[in-house]
């Protein structure tokens, strides 16, 4: 893991503390945002329609909407708000589809952010180990 800075820090501590307010039936880890309109730029327009659901990345178009606009693409969001590249441990680990499989809940992502901000990264996790069994060097 890169050092983040503290605005990145800030934004992701934003974003946990945000998905926490987040009601079930508007999360959904397997898709950036469940209605048309899938480019980051119209995130804050689209979630705040009744009954779109979006992942943590959706969700934090929405929390940084100006930020977001100039993303390339979702996949993308995480390098420019947080400082997380795309097909690395910690993209994954926060922000990867496959945790809706094992816990499609807003809290559960807002919990592994709160453990990358005060740990780090994992050095022993995957998708379908229980939390209880991750392991950090």
Not at 38 to 45: D, E, F, I, S
Not at 111 to 137: A, D, M, N, Q, V
Request: charged residues 25%; contains cysteine; positive net charge.
């Amino acid at each position: 893991m890169k050092k983040m800075t503290t605005t990145e820090r800030r934004r992701l501590r934003k974003l946990e503390k945000f998905l926490l307010t987040v009601n079930q039936e508007r999360f959904d880890m397997k898709s950036f945002m469940s209605r048309i309109g899938g480019h980051p730029r119209y995130a804050k327009k689209t979630l705040s329609g009744c009954g779109t659901a979006a992942c943590s990345l959706g969700w934090s178009a929405y929390l940084f909407p100006r930020l977001s606009a100039e993303a390339y693409s979702f996949e993308w969001l995480a390098d420019n708000l947080f400082g997380i590249s795309l097909c690395t441990g910690d993209w994954n680990f926060l922000f990867a589809a496959s945790w809706a499989r094992s816990d499609n809940s807003p809290e559960f992502a807002a919990r592994r952010i709160h453990l990358y901000l005060e740990k780090g990264l994992p050095s022993r996790w995957h998708f379908s180990t229980p939390e209880s069994e991750w392991r950090w060097s």
